[in-house]
């Protein structure tokens, strides 16, 4: 979600991030250059992905330049490698957030602040995130970002990303930008946030003019929100999913209602970014989403947080206080300015359809529709890498099992960026080496997860620094 709370303002200053970046303090996480990639984690128990569950004892797991190596009964050979002692701990696979912003920033919409693309990335990493999805930046400015990510110029989470968002003219989220972008912004930030089509011909050649960017996915807006914001007709809506395919590439669908959904999957959409956000799933909702088998990213947590934004710091989880910025919280929970009738209106859907939101996710998991995991962050109040965990806690409040949602944190996000095939999400041989060691077990209670005490990014093990 890009929302009227916000999103516009912050997700704009992306273009300012060198600077905020030549000031920072010492980053939550960093790699020291030279770190070994490999060593043996020891008697720890290992969560099985695949099966949602614990293998039954306690394994090593072994690491050589980057990849797991072996898998087995303790006492495994180390080769040299370093060791770490896992007793009472629960060895993941490194954790797959696929529904973020990482040029955003988490303040409040009324804060003019400039989002800190590094910091964000290091935030993902503390708790454990190691891939992203980013569904919604500033174009071609993500996509060298994930060029440095990927070469190791930069540190952060594995980045895919879509790029800029697809919409009507006026559409979401371009109707929030023009609303919170200062003048001197907007001429910067919406033709490269955005691509507003009118017809299947514009559709096109917007699709032809990113396809050289290398997409990972398209991302599309469908959603009238509280019923003024224009959306895409039927025939230009096929057309972007249409001319993505031709080249291999998906699309990925933000919606926020029952008959947005069905136009959506009708329209050729491989992915929902949202279920519904401000109402119940409807039968024939359900029906179509399933039938044609696509995974819903039902993020629930961002849809809370714009609805009921939190008014005491004790409602934010101990690993949110750990990667926020004292001031980030500070600004959270400030009383917000008198809300013009639009915020308001959004403000009130969002908060109305809570317990809504809760029985979408049980009918999409009854109906068998793959559920995804997606934070939503840098979205004001959701906090990057910590928001994840906030989703999963959700989720197991909506029905899921904590198992069910760290395998959809794991195996089944990995799979749906990767494939079947995917090198990650999974604990197993060959994988690549992406791990958090969590003291406790969230298998049984998913707020363990907030409990890190390592993680293993490409088979390099991370220093981790909460803040003073
Ligand atoms: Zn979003």
């Known amino acids: 979600m890009r929302g009227r709370e916000g999103t516009g303002r912050t997700f704009t200053m992306a273009l300012l991030v060198a600077a905020a970046a030549c000031s920072h303090p010492a980053p939550l996480v960093s790699r020291a250059p030279g770190t070994a990639r490999s060593l043996v984690l020891r008697n720890v128990r290992v969560f099985d992905a695949p099966r949602a569950t614990l293998a039954d004892g306690l394994r090593d797991v072994r690491v050589r330049d980057g990849r797991i190596d072996a898998v087995g009964s303790p006492g495994l050979p180390s080769d040299g490698a370093p060791e770490i002692d896992g007793r009472g701990a629960t060895l993941l696979p490194g ?14 919409p009324w804060r003019v602040v400039f989002p800190d693309v590094p910091e964000n990335l290091a935030a993902f990493l503390y708790a454990g995130v190691t891939t992203v999805l980013d569904l919604g930046n500033l174009a071609p400015e993500v996509f060298r970002e994930r060029s440095r990510v990927a070469t190791g110029a930069h540190l952060g989470p594995h980045l895919y990303a879509a790029g800029p968002v697809f919409t009507a003219p006026g559409g979401h989220p371009a109707e929030v930008l023009r609303a919170w972008l200062p003048w001197y912004l907007r001429w910067y930030v919406l033709p490269r946030a955005t691509r507003e089509v009118s017809t299947p011909e514009e559709a096109r050649q917007a699709v032809a003019a990113l396809l050289p960017e290398r997409p990972d996915v398209l991302k599309i807006a469908v959603d009238a929100r509280t019923g003024d914001v224009p959306c895409l007709a039927p025939e230009t809506f096929a057309a972007i999913t249409a001319a993505g395919h031709a080249a291999g590439v998906r699309s990925i669908v933000h919606i926020g209602s ?13 992915a929902l970014a949202h279920a519904p956000w401000r109402e119940e799933l409807s039968p024939e909702a359900l029906q179509v989403i399933a039938g044609a088998h696509v995974p819903v990213v039902v993020t629930l947590a961002i849809w809370d947080l714009a609805g ?8 934010f989880l101990p690993i949110e206080r750990e990667v926020a910025r004292p001031e980030v919280l500070t600004a959270l929970l400030a009383a917000p300015p008198t809300l013009d009738a639009g915020t308001a209106a959004f403000v009130r859907a969002a908060a109305g359809a809570h317990d809504a939101r809760r029985r979408n996710v049980a009918k999409l998991r009854a109906a068998g529709v793959p559920v995804l995991a997606g934070s939503d962050a840098c979205n004001p109040g959701d906090l990057p890498g910590a928001g994840l965990h906030l989703e999963l806690a959700k989720l197991v409040e909506a029905g899921l099992t904590p198992g069910e949602a760290l395998r959809a944190a794991t195996w089944e996000n990995a799979r749906f960026l990767a494939g079947e095939k995917a090198d990650f999400g999974e604990i197993a041989v060959g994988k690549r080496a992406d ?3 969590v003291d406790g077990d969230p298998v049984a209670r998913i707020g363990d997860l907030g409990k890190i005490a390592h993680v293993v990014l490409d088979g390099a093990l991370l220093a981790r620094r909460p803040r003073p």
């Open 435 to 437: 791990l958090v060691l």
């Open 308 to 315: 009921t934004p939190r008014t005491a710091a004790s409602e």
């Open 258 to 270: 029952s008959q947005e959904a069905i136009d959506a999957v009708r329209g050729g959409a491989d």
């Open 95 to 108: 954790l797959v957030d696929v529904h973020t912003h990482t040029g955003s920033s988490a303040y409040p």
